[in-house]
């Protein structure tokens, strides 16, 4: 238990920086919504989602390698860091002279008049790749706190600077104002403002990691790089199919979806799924602190069960979030601008598709720790395949709906893939029972929310934090009766 209390700790410290700077970042949706409603948000994620999947491939699963080789005994620390730090270099730099040579085919790619949207692309992309070593390296080191003051800096940065144009100005220039800071604004550059303010932000954050990069001893140990290149190249992969896997549906949607405006409905669907944010920042949060908690401790006579206690109390706080979204949506869709609502049927879905995501995550690490990753290669796979054709099949015929259920059938099927094998490999006794027990009740909960509809809002949410301080407590009660039942 102390070990768990340990991650819960490290989680905590990390949380500050995942959820509070992630969450200010996600409230950037009051005020990009309204200023770039649905088509310039559709083309806002779009690019993030292009973003995201680069990101997985030029990061090459190296810092899961980094993790997995700076853990060991056997291995020169300095030299893993070194030889990481060297690869990720390499890769950015021929990214950006690539992205120069083929800068007309991206423009086209995007579909935009300017390159200096490609400019944004790239920059962003680069600074936060070079930033992913030196994170890596404060994580293995146990230095949360510094972790914390570098992303929140850039986050303070990004936010700082739309506010200023999309709140200031905009509101100045919307007013009529002939003031300076309202001269300044034009509103077909929003999309500009947005991307602008990302940029600094990055820039910010590599800026300050530069005296953690300046410590690194410059080396390239080519046994070292084989070694970690053999074991990163499968993450990569099933970074890069997990990516797809989840962002796939934000590219195909405009060019599947039937409709007259399909990037506009990309923009509700994306800003829709910016309402899941709690499930997805607790995932992120935690697996921050998990992987290398996990690593460390997977030579231990209690791993397995140290893994299994982690699962159960992952799905309980991810239930609670669950819930907590659902019952309260009537309160939180006023996050987004009134021409994003009629997405909001899809939110419940997206919440469970990423509690699976978060499930399979804590999940994989029999394939992490017994160095048969390419068993992940083949999850992944079969998730990416899944998840394309699923979105195939059913974009043209439902719409985006069709992207969140594609997402969930496909992390369905790779938490059962998953869990087939590691019984054959790394056989974790989990408790089906408990997590059964929990699953059903937080689904029971949320069907008697979808049935009952009070028109008098203050007593449906009333009624709707009766129904999470109940799951909450149950949780709490079974337990608390553990703890006891370990001490």
């Not at 768990?4 to 905590?12: F, P």
């Not at 070194?82 to 085919?105: C, E, K, P, V």
């Not at 936060?128 to 890596?136: E, G, H, K, M, T």
């Not at 290398?292 to 159960?312: C, G, I, R, T, W």
Request: positive net charge; proline residues 3%; aromatic residues 16%.
């Amino acid at each position: 238990m102390s070990q768990i209390k340990k991650l819960a700790g490290q989680t905590v410290i990390y949380g500050l920086s995942t959820m509070v700077g992630r969450f200010l970042n996600y409230l950037l949706i009051i005020i990009h919504t309204p200023a770039l409603k649905p088509f310039l948000y559709g083309k806002l994620t779009f690019f993030y989602s292009n973003t995201a999947i680069f990101l997985a491939l030029l990061t090459f699963g190296m810092e899961t390698g980094f993790f997995r080789f700076a853990s060991k005994k056997d291995e020169d620390y300095n030299k893993v860091l070194g030889t990481s730090l060297f690869t990720i270099i390499a890769t950015s730099t021929i990214f950006i002279l690539s992205s120069f040579i083929l800068r007309n085919q991206w423009q086209s790619y995007f579909e935009i008049d300017s390159y200096r949207l490609v400019i944004y692309f790239v920059l962003i992309l680069s600074f936060d790749v070079l930033s992913a070593i030196p994170f890596a390296k404060l994580r293995i080191d146990e230095r949360p706190i510094k972790f914390m003051f570098i992303k929140l800096a850039g986050i303070a940065v990004n936010i700082f600077i739309n506010v200023f144009y999309l709140v200031l100005c905009r509101n100045l220039y919307e007013a009529g104002s002939e003031s300076f800071f309202a001269s300044i604004y034009n509103p077909e550059y929003a999309l500009d403002y947005v991307l602008i303010a990302n940029l600094v932000g990055s820039g910010i954050t590599l800026l300050i990691l530069l005296p953690e990069i300046l410590k690194v001893k410059p080396q390239l140990d080519f046994s070292l790089l084989k070694r970690l290149l053999k074991y990163s190249f499968p993450i990569l992969l099933i970074g890069l199919a997990g990516q797809l896997n989840d962002q796939i549906g934000n590219i195909l949607i405009p060019k599947l979806i039937n409709d007259p405006n399909p990037m506009s409905q990309l923009g509700i669907y994306g800003a829709n799924f910016k309402l899941s944010v709690l499930m997805v920042l607790f995932i992120q949060m935690f697996r921050y602190a998990a992987e290398p908690f996990f690593f460390k401790n997977s030579e231990s006579s209690e791993a397995k069960k140290l893994y299994a206690d982690v699962m159960n109390y992952f799905i309980i706080f991810g239930l609670i979030i669950f819930l907590g979204v659902v019952f309260y949506i009537d309160i939180l869709k006023y996050f987004i601008d009134k021409d994003f609502w009629p997405g909001l049927h899809v939110v419940p879905i997206l919440l469970v598709a990423k509690l699976l995501f978060g499930i399979l995550f804590s999940l994989s690490i029999w394939y992490k720790v017994t160095d048969k990753t390419k068993y992940g290669i083949l999850i992944a796979g079969i998730g990416a395949i899944i998840t394309v054709i699923l979105n195939i099949v059913l974009l043209p015929r439902i719409g985006y709906v069709g992207s969140a259920i594609a997402s969930l059938l496909s992390y369905a099927i790779m938490l059962g893939v998953s869990y087939y094998l590691s019984t054959r490999h790394y056989f974790i006794k989990y408790d089906f029972k408990k997590i059964s027990f929990y699953l059903i009740l937080a689904f029971a909960l949320f069907g008697i929310n979808r049935i009952i509809r009070i028109e008098n809002q203050v007593i449906f949410l009333i009624i709707n934090t009766f129904m999470l301080l109940t799951f909450v407590g149950i949780a709490f009660y079974k337990e608390k009766k553990h703890f006891r039942n370990e001490n």
